[in-house]
């Protein structure tokens, strides 16, 4: 190993949970020259953006933190958005991320260019990498419903993920809401309670977990922060919990996928008094096969008096409401989408252009997959956080970025070593991973007859289908023998010797 370490230049794209780790992680390594290019005004990427009522987190507070910094405050077991985005905020202030971020700057455009990306910005600016980090999340783009007539509806109408606090939701007002997943299950209690006329469009019913959040007292606060081993046990026991019970019970585990199965179809039975209601909240799929909803609120509100939950299917907007196909009109004042996120955006809709002026929409023409999720053939020194086959389950992703971030800096010690100027996978070892995780996913609870967000174009879950351990064990390491490395101009990279 040479003594002398080359300095590389990184530019990360978004400060979200995963854009603001990895400044972190680098400066551990000491790696300075690091530039964040993020879209808006603020960090805190999905917990900036939803801003919903109800809005939380499903996986408890205390693994969904970073592992170097503890929260001993959280209010709850599980954490309010608004809560989460403060935590971001002072992990931001604490670390000094700031002064690493550009704000209000979108790429437009990265291309890989002799040793090096060259990144474009809509301000026309550029900004030079020897290693470039997508840290852009995965559900950062509302998808609308294809519905007739959705703009012609003339009261308020806005997604769950581009909340309108200005609108007054209140006793009088008639609200309809699209969509009855995870974000739905967190929104439509706090609407019911509200007082508003609640009317649900429900397409397909889902699987709820019963799981009560409860508040932390100032005097439990006070322990915590007096004795950090407690928030240290509080976050192994939710780490062992969902690892051994929730992703053992997705990923094919007998044992643990009928204690799930039993506890959710109890949930519905115990929770829900009138029979037919009953049947229309009742899945015709696997439980686990859409993500599980780990809430405790929707069942109790759905029953109240001021809910509606209407399975007819929607026919049509108008200017007025909701038009069924039993041909009733459904008269609202507020339309809430929400209908979830385009899942396979990534990166996109930036022009990613690889080696021989590859288009990402190319690259991934016949099907979206990254090598350990992360690397893709062509685009070297190229690393995809959270990409294609990183969720686990309902596991944190923050745990899953900092193995990712741990990972990305192995591979890029050795080119400070010197060991090589790039760095791709072999497209023999996407496929090999690809058929690997393939493999892995047909014991899996997403194929159990469903359709939800996990799967691509050909019906395959872009998830990880082993267990949280082997995902830790297999991303220890690079394995090299898996990637291409390269040297190239010799005297380009000269200046960079510290
Ligand atoms: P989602 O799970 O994709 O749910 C979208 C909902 O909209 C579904 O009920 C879907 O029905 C419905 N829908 C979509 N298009 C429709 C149409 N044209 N007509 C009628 N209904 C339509 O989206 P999400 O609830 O926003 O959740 C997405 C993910 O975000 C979650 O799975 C989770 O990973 C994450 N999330 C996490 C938390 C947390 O607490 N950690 C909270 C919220 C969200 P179908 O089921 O019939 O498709």
């Not at 010799?490 to 960079?496: F, G």
């Amino acid at each position: 190993m040479s003594s002398i370490l080359r300095s590389p230049s990184v530019v990360i794209i978004g400060a979200g949970m995963t854009g603001i780790l990895m400044v972190i992680k680098l400066r551990k390594a000491g790696i300075t020259d690091i530039t964040v290019l993020e879209k808006k005004d603020k960090i805190g990427g999905t917990w900036r953006e939803n801003t919903y009522p109800g809005v939380a987190c499903d996986v408890p507070a205390h693994m969904y933190t970073y592992s170097f910094e503890p929260n001993p405050n959280w209010s709850n077991f599980f954490a309010r958005g608004g809560e989460i985005q403060q935590y971001f905020e002072h992990v931001v202030e604490k670390y000094d991320v700031k002064r690493s971020i550009r704000f209000n700057e979108t790429v437009t455009d990265a291309r890989y260019k002799e040793g090096q990306w060259i990144i474009e910005t809509e301000k026309n600016k550029t900004y030079l990498a020897d290693f470039m980090v997508c840290a852009t999340g995965i559900l950062h783009h509302p998808a609308f419903p294809d519905i007739e007539g959705l703009n012609d509806f003339k009261g308020e109408m806005f997604h769950t993920a581009q909340w309108n606090h200005d609108v007054d939701i209140n006793q009088g007002k008639r609200v309809g809401v699209i969509g009855t997943g995870s974000t739905a299950a967190q929104a439509i209690p706090e609407l019911i309670n509200s007082g508003a006329d609640v009317s649900v469009f429900q397409r397909t019913p889902q699987w709820l977990m019963p799981m009560r959040d409860f508040s932390v007292s100032e005097k439990m606060k006070k322990r915590m922060n007096k004795y950090p081993s407690l928030v240290k046990l509080m976050r192994k026991s939710s780490i062992f919990t969902m690892e051994h019970f929730f992703t053992k019970a997705v990923t094919g585990h007998f044992f643990q996928k009928k204690l799930l199965e039993s506890l959710c179809k109890m949930n519905l039975r115990l929770s829900i008094k009138d029979r037919s209601l009953r049947d229309k909240l009742t899945p015709n799929y696997q439980v686990g096969c859409k993500r599980v909803i780990i809430n405790k609120t929707f069942y109790k509100a759905i029953q109240k008096p001021n809910a509606h939950l209407i399975t007819e299917g929607i026919e049509r907007i108008t200017d007025k409401g909701i038009i069924t196909q039993d041909g009733k009109l459904h008269e609202l004042d507020v339309l809430v989408l929400s209908t979830g996120f385009h899942p396979f955006n990534f990166m996109r809709p930036m022009n990613l252009i690889g080696r021989e002026e590859l288009h990402i929409e190319e690259a991934w023409s016949d099907k979206i997959k990254a090598y350990r999720s992360m690397l893709l053939p062509n685009y070297p020194n190229f690393f995809l956080m959270l990409g294609p086959n990183t969720p686990i389950g309902n596991f944190s992703v923050i745990a899953m970025s900092e193995v990712q971030g741990d990972y990305i800096i192995k591979i890029i010690d050795k080119w400070r070593e010197n060991e090589f100027d790039e760095v791709e996978p072999k497209p023999s070892a996407i496929e090999a991973f690809n058929d690997y995780v393939k493999k892995g996913l047909k014991g899996t609870s997403w194929v159990g007859g469903c359709q939800s967000w996990y799967l691509d174009k050909d019906g395959d879950p872009v998830l990880w289908p082993y267990t949280w351990g082997r995902w830790v064990d297999e991303m220890a390491e690079p394995q090299m023998n898996d990637l291409i490395t390269s040297k190239i101009d010799a005297k380009k990279h000269d200046n960079k010797a510290a």
